[in-house]
């Protein structure tokens, strides 16, 4: 399978709050095709426009420009009843005055659908997500983790070509969340719907996505796979959201990056000043006298369990992080000011954009 | 836990003035109350207990029409009042702050500014020259004028259910299908529906107790209650206006329970 085909695509996307001067651009020519079943991130800080993305495929807005299409049809000025689209809202937003099975029934009855067939889907979702004890319940005697839960089975209900989850976890405690996120990865893969999932949340965003697209400012500023994502980050602002991250600096010939820190690595670029990226987990420390080893002086070590942060101080003056394992002994640390050497494989430096 | 707020309740002489506030208030309608069960013809002396006022002031045929007339009329200004101000409240809340928001909030709730004698006459000398004009006399006066001032007291606890209420219901509603139509219908009006009743519970009482837009502009023989009542007072007042002032009583207790109960914040 090459070419999966695509549920969902924002074409030069702008949306832009406010008039003249006072203008915000949530929103900034954002395009992005979204893969039929797959699991899809939308992740960035506070304000970098996810929500506004997810509204604008929702059809709460318009954009101010550019184009939403679902199936290859445009839908950019198609209200949100007409989409067959639906939504986990961040605050569940529940009906009060309805029971849990009514709340689940609300979208069939909205669309018409047989009494008896909705009577059978709402049973099928109270068993999807567990919750058939409570159908006759108001929701407000639920508890967070539940409600969660018949927000996403009201949503599922009218079996939507995407389903639009705005960072629905963020909400509930730590316990809870993990458990919702293997549970949403499980309804994913038994709907087979498409998912977009919005979250600020960089190791929520990697352990349950197909793919990610990483956002600032309005701008997607990458998409791919977790694994890619990770290793391959595209800029600087994708390498230090994900993820710890050292940057380097150096300078290129075009057929080589003499590295600030003192090696000489085969990495082309286009001659002048360049930065680059690696992982701490990727910097390994060796005795000093290791041949072809940087030098290096300990600055501090943090401990953090499982993993040790060696703070490196480079020749240049430049801090490089490692991180290792800490010993099973629980042995010391290396003491601050040791001498050290430090090497990397090449192929975990990856050469930052803009 | 130290509590530096300052408290009234610690104030020297706040009981004195809590109790005296007390029997000021509730000490005279305890007195009307007692009193409509006398036996005997006065309000002040005490002569044994007897339902005769209560059985008096239900054959009497002037109390019937006054009650059937302020029943009506309060249940039709009530109707009306609480329509305007159901879509009062939608236009007022469901919008960000517009400009001239505090003049309409103005418009709306004058009634509860403007002092009734003023609109009394006002509209005495408006609806004068229309009856004149048309020759007709019917309640329609008193319905309408009532509607008019019973608005802001529908208004303000319709408007209050409104703003408390999250908007994100409807987007959701409209996400799952659900026409603008629908979504007023399965979602908002169900929801504001307490502050509905309880607004026109509100207004149906206001109308009920009013004594002077009525005294102005009613025709000969459109007495309500409370101005049969007053019309009574001017004569020999007996312990049947103490009955018919403690069924009103009652029935405002009852209403004004059921409008608390409505208002009262679910957590
Ligand atoms: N209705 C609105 N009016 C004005 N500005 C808005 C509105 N909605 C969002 N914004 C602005 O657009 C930007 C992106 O917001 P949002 O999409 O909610 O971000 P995110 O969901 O990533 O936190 C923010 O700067 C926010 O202040
Ligand atoms: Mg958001």
Known sequence: ?354 | MANPSFEVARLPGFRFIAMAVFVVLYLPIITLVVYSFNAGQSVALWEGFSLTWYHSAWQNEAVKGATFRSLIIAASASGIATTVATMAALGTTRRKAFKGQTFIYVMINQPLMVPEIVTAVALLIFFASIKVATGYNGLIYLIIAHAAFCIPFAYLPIRARLEGMDLTLETAAADLYASHWLTFRRVTLPLMLPGIIAGAMLAFVISLDDVVITEFVKSGGQDTLPTYMLGQMRRAVTPEVNAISSVLLALTVVMLTAFFLLTRKKD
């Open chain 1, 1 to 354: 399978m090459s070419e999966s085909p695509i549920a969902v695509e924002a074409r030069n996307a702008v949306k832009a709050f406010g008039q003249g001067a006072t203008a915000v651009k949530a929103l900034d020519d954002v395009s992005v095709k979204i893969k039929k079943g797959e699991f899809f991130t939308l992740l960035g800080p506070s304000g970098c426009g996810k929500t506004t993305l997810l509204r604008l495929i929702a059809g709460f807005e318009t954009p101010t420009s550019g184009q939403i299409l679902l199936d290859g049809a445009d839908i950019t000025q198609l209200p949100p009843n007409k989409r067959p689209v639906n939504t986990v809202f961040q605050s569940y937003a529940l009906f009060p005055h309805l029971t849990v099975a009514q709340n689940i029934a609300f979208g069939l009855e909205m669309q018409g659908r047989p009494k008896a067939e909705i009577k059978k889907t709402v049973a099928r979702m109270l068993a999807l997500v567990k919750l058939e004890p409570m159908a006759d319940r108001k929701t407000s005697q639920l508890s967070g983790g539940q409600q969660q839960r018949v927000a996403l089975a009201r949503a599922l209900a009218p079996a939507p070509k995407v389903l639009l989850l705005d960072e629905p976890l963020s909400a509930l405690d730590l316990k809870l969340r993990k458990e919702m996120q293997i549970e949403l990865k499980r309804l994913q893969m038994e709907t087979g719907i498409t998912f977009v999932f919005v979250t600020h949340d960089q190791e929520e965003a990697l352990t349950m996505s197909d793919r990610i697209a990483v956002m600032s400012a309005g701008h997607i500023q990458q998409v791919g796979a977790p694994r890619e994502i990770y290793t391959r980050p595209a800029n600087r602002f994708v390498a230090s959201f994900i993820g710890e991250t050292n940057f380097l600096t150096g300078k290129s010939d075009g057929e080589a990056v003499q590295l600030d820190i003192g090696s000489k690595i085969a990495i082309k670029a286009p001659p002048g000043p360049v930065s680059l990226a690696i992982r701490p987990e990727q910097v390994r420390v060796v005795a000093a006298n290791d041949p072809g080893a940087l030098p290096a002086t300990v600055g501090a070590t943090v401990y953090f369990g499982t993993d040790t942060h060696l703070h490196l101080v480079m020749k240049d003056g430049s801090t490089l992080v490692a991180r290792m394992q800490s010993p099973a002994s629980g042995s010391g640390d290396l003491a601050k000011g040791t001498n050290v050497g430090v090497t990397f494989p090449d192929s975990a430096l990856q050469l930052l954009g803009d």
